[in-house]
């Protein structure tokens, strides 16, 4: 396959880092549905320092790395489990989706973790070109992987990807999930939302969930999918068990 021109041209990242994990917790199952990872320093220190050093010219190389860093790891953590790893990507460091797959691809052979599951998902916080992304979603659809749009509802694509690409999960921005018990404005956006999700069949996840009052609330919309510090913080370097007691 041949080389893009961002494998070609583009500068590497320079700056050494790592990856946290958290849980997203299966509220039928009881279980863990998969493990996000997240950026982190060499030391467990927070991403800004990290992210700081991005630029449009090591963006691919720093896409390409934290891949191959997030499946590393996965790869000895996820051994006895049959949790999906959800790697963020960013969509304006993939220049050729299909040749900027490979080392993805490649690593995930080398480690020996499955692509089925590999659950792919970007932020809407970055302005990008719609026919690009759905490009590239299409491709990643195609070659096996799932797709999630995250942090939905608080960036720029929002409804009108929906009516073009319906991704796998959709995540649920947490602004919408803060103290939605003591808000009766959120829960009707948020009912409305489930049940738009509900008809086009994709799985709705409620991120940043806090407390059982939040989550007692979800529970009763229907709510099958959570992330947040009520069950686990991001765990550095580890694939940690959340506590499902809150789920009970």
Same mark, same amino acid.
């Not at 997203?24 to 320093?41: K, N, P, Q, S």
């Given at each position: 396959?041949?080389?893009?021109?961002?494998?070609?041209?583009?500068?590497?990242?320079?700056?050494?880092?790592?990856?946290?994990?958290?849980?997203?917790?299966?509220?039928?199952?009881?279980?863990?549905?998969?493990?996000?990872?997240?950026?982190?320093?060499?030391?467990?220190?927070?991403?800004?320092?990290?992210?700081?050093?991005?630029?449009?010219?090591?963006?691919?190389?720093?896409?390409?790395?934290?891949?191959?860093?997030?499946?590393?790891?996965?790869?000895?953590?996820?051994?006895?489990?049959?949790?999906?790893?959800?790697?963020?990507?960013?969509?304006?460091?993939?220049? *050729?989706? #299909?040749?900027?797959? !490979?080392? +993805? /691809?490649?690593?995930?052979?080398?480690? =020996?973790?499955?692509?089925?599951?590999?659950?792919?998902?970007?932020?809407?916080?970055?302005?990008?070109?719609?026919?690009?992304?759905?490009?590239?979603?299409?491709?990643?659809?195609?070659?096996?992987?799932?797709?999630?749009?995250?942090?939905?509802?608080?960036?720029?694509?929002?409804?009108?990807?929906?009516?073009?690409?319906?991704?796998?999960?959709?995540?649920?921005?947490?602004?919408?999930?803060?103290?939605?018990?003591?808000?009766? *404005?959120? #829960?009707?956006?948020? !009912?409305? +939302? /489930?049940?738009?999700?509900?008809?086009? =069949?994709?799985?709705?996840?409620?991120?940043?969930?806090?407390?059982?009052?939040?989550?007692?609330?979800?529970?009763?919309?229907?709510?099958?999918?959570?992330?947040?510090?009520?069950?686990?913080?991001?765990?550095?370097?580890?694939?940690?068990?959340?506590?499902?007691?809150?789920?009970?």
């Amino acid at each position: 396959m041949k080389a893009c021109a961002g494998c070609r041209d583009g500068a590497g990242f320079a700056t050494p880092f790592s990856m946290a994990f958290q849980p997203i917790v299966d509220l039928h199952g009881g279980d863990v549905f998969a493990y996000e990872a997240l950026v982190r320093g060499v030391d467990g220190a927070g991403a800004s320092s990290i992210l700081a050093q991005v630029n449009s010219q090591n963006r691919y190389a720093f896409d390409q790395s934290c891949r191959v860093k997030a499946l590393e790891l996965a790869a000895t953590g996820l051994q006895t489990s049959n949790a999906k790893l959800s790697i963020n990507f960013m969509p304006n460091a993939v220049y *050729e989706p #299909r040749a900027c797959i !490979r080392a +993805t /691809l490649e690593t995930a052979e080398r480690v =020996g973790f499955p692509l089925d599951r590999i659950l792919f998902e970007f932020t809407e916080s970055e302005q990008i070109d719609t026919d690009h992304l759905l490009k590239i979603l299409t491709a990643y659809r195609a070659m096996g992987f799932k797709t999630a749009i995250d942090d939905f509802g608080a960036g720029y694509a929002g409804l009108t990807l929906l009516t073009r690409f319906q991704p796998d999960v959709v995540k649920l921005d947490m602004e919408l999930v803060r103290n939605i018990d003591q808000n009766r *404005e959120k #829960r009707v956006v948020l !009912r409305h +939302t /489930l049940a738009m999700l509900n008809e086009f =069949g994709i799985l709705p996840l409620c991120e940043g969930v806090e407390t059982l009052q939040e989550l007692v609330v979800l529970k009763d919309m229907g709510v099958r999918y959570i992330q947040g510090y009520l069950f686990a913080r991001p765990a550095f370097e580890r694939f940690e068990q959340p506590d499902l007691a809150a789920a009970a």
